[in-house]
Every structure is written in structure tokens, then in C-alpha cells.
């Protein structure tokens, strides 16, 4: 850092493997990149392009080697997944992310259905190629997974291989393990903690109330997801203690 402070939390170094940071890209250009990552770079873990963007992002390739240089890790948002899956194209998924050089992968079924035994088995054949991140929970509001449930996937899935499980919230965090309002379904999150380790969830988290909550919950090395590239320094300042919502967090109390 720039200057002594005591009475800093510890954060995880990079590379991480708790602690992380994830970016959701939906469309910075490549001097755009080089300018987030000259600022975020020490803060970022691992970059999504959101939902299908990347099919309909120009020079892609060029873009995906502006992360690389970088040592960032990036993969496809899980919508693109589905996309290829509903076509009946998982080969032609896999082979996009070789020829890309994408050694992430994302594996979600909130668009689409797919028999959870199905959905483990695509989780299973991917490790053969990369990390494999797994998305639980419905991009559809109306569609209430009960905790144990949330449980009962996320464990099975990361006994498939996954090296995480995300919890869905949309870029907006208004599903998922939020309400409509935005608000956090507590009884849910905390219900998850009984039986999933925290170092294994990334928790997406768009909004800033949301991100209070995990740090508040779970501490400054929480895994966070969805964020945007603008807020990469905000986040981190409030993960230790430097924004004022998190300032008296890790002061000793007189």
C-alpha cells in the first residue's frame, strides 16, 4: 500500500484462492482494459464477460490478450454456456474456450433447465479442460429455491469438480439470494454457511449494501462477484476497513 496504517485487516495475496474478487465485464474496450487494470489490477482475481457479450464482442481475441498480459484469468459468462448447450453444442464450447485460450468456465442453469445429475456430469467433463466455477440458483424471481436445497446442489456440484459455486443475484442483485427489493435473504445465506465453506462461494454482489453485508458477515476476505470495473478500489477500501461504512470494523474499541 501507499502509506502505514495499523490496524488494517490481513488481506489474502494474489493469487488467491479466498478473498477473491470477480469483475463482470459487459464491455470495456481494450484501451479500456489496460486503463482498469493499471488501477484494479492488484485487486482483481478473475474476470467474466457477462452473459453472452462476448459473442458480439469486437476483436475479441485481442481483448481476451489484454487480460492475459495482465495474469488475470477470464471466462465466458454462464448464459453463453447455456446458449451452446440448448443448440446441443457442448463440444463446440469446449472448443471455443481452447481456441480462445479461456481456461475458465462457468456451468449455470438459470436460463435454462437441465436435470441436476445432467448439469454435474457437463461440471465433471470440463475439469478435464480448466477450472470449473458453477452457478446455483434462477435468473426467474418467481422461482424460490428453498436452503436446503441451495445446499443439496452446491454440495453436489462442487463434489462434480467445481472449484466454486456462485450464488446467483444477476447483474442487478434482484434474485436469487436477493429479494426483488435488492435486500438479502439472510435466512438463506446463513443457512448455506452451516454447510458449504466460505472459501468455496462466490457470492455475487453488484450492490454496495450487498457487499457490506458479506463483509460484515463473513470478514474482508469473502469471495465477491458481478462487481463493476469502476467500483474494483471502493470495494476493496470498504473490504478493510476504509469507507465509512466498514470504518469502526477493525478499529480496537477503547
Known amino acids: 500500500m501507499n502509506f502505514n496504517l495499523s490496524q488494517i485487516p490481513d488481506r489474502t495475496q494474489q493469487p488467491r484462492t479466498s478473498g477473491l474478487t470477480m469483475i463482470m465485464d ?6 479500456e482494459v489496460h486503463n482498469f487494470m493499471s488501477v484494479g489490477g492488484p485487486h482483481v482475481d478473475i474476470v467474466k464477460f457477462g452473459f453472452g457479450t ?3 464482442t469486437p476483436n475479441l481475441r485481442q481483448k481476451i490478450e ?3 498480459s495482465y495474469n488475470v484469468p477470464i471466462y465466458f459468462g454462464g448464459t453463453l454456456f447455456e446458449a451452446f448447450l440448448i443448440r446441443n453444442q457442448f463440444e463446440d464450447y469446449i472448443n471455443v474456450c481452447k481456441d480462445y485460450g479461456i481456461n475458465y468456465m462457468e456451468v449455470s442453469d438459470g436460463s435454462i433447465s ?3 445429475a445432467e448439469k454435474c456430469g457437463y461440471i465433471e467433463k470440463l475439469t478435464k479442460h480448466g477450472t470449473v ?13 428453498p436452503p436446503y436445497k441451495w445446499i443439496e446442489l452446491m454440495r453436489a456440484e462442487l463434489e462434480a469438480g467445481s472449484s466454486y459455486v456462485i450464488a446467483e443475484a444477476r447483474e ?3 434474485v436469487g439470494i436477493y429479494r426483488g427489493s435488492g435486500e438479502v435473504r439472510e435466512g438463506l445465506v446463513q443457512e448455506i454457511l452451516t454447510q458449504i465453506p466460505e472459501e468455496k462461494i462466490i457470492w455475487e454482489a453488484p450492490q454496495k449494501a450487498q457487499q457490506l453485508y458479506f463483509l460484515e458477515l463473513i470478514g474482508c476476505n469473502v469471495n465477491l462477484g458481478n462487481i463493476a470495473p469502476h467500483e474494483i478500489l471502493a470495494l476493496e477500501a470498504m473490504r478493510i476497513g476504509l469507507r465509512g461504512d466498514t470504518f469502526e470494523l477493525y478499529l480496537n474499541k477503547p
Not at 26 to 31: A, P, R
Not at 133 to 145: N, P, Q
Request: neutral net charge; proline residues 3%.
Open 54 to 56: 462476448s459473442f458480439v
Open 26 to 31: 459487459k464491455g470495456l474496450s481494450i484501451n
Open 172 to 174: 442487478a442483485g434482484n
Open 66 to 68: 489484454a487480460y492475459q
Open 133 to 145: 466455477l458453477s452457478e446455483v440458483g434462477s435468473k426467474d424471481a418467481a422461482h424460490i429455491i
Open 114 to 116: 437441465i436435470p441436476h
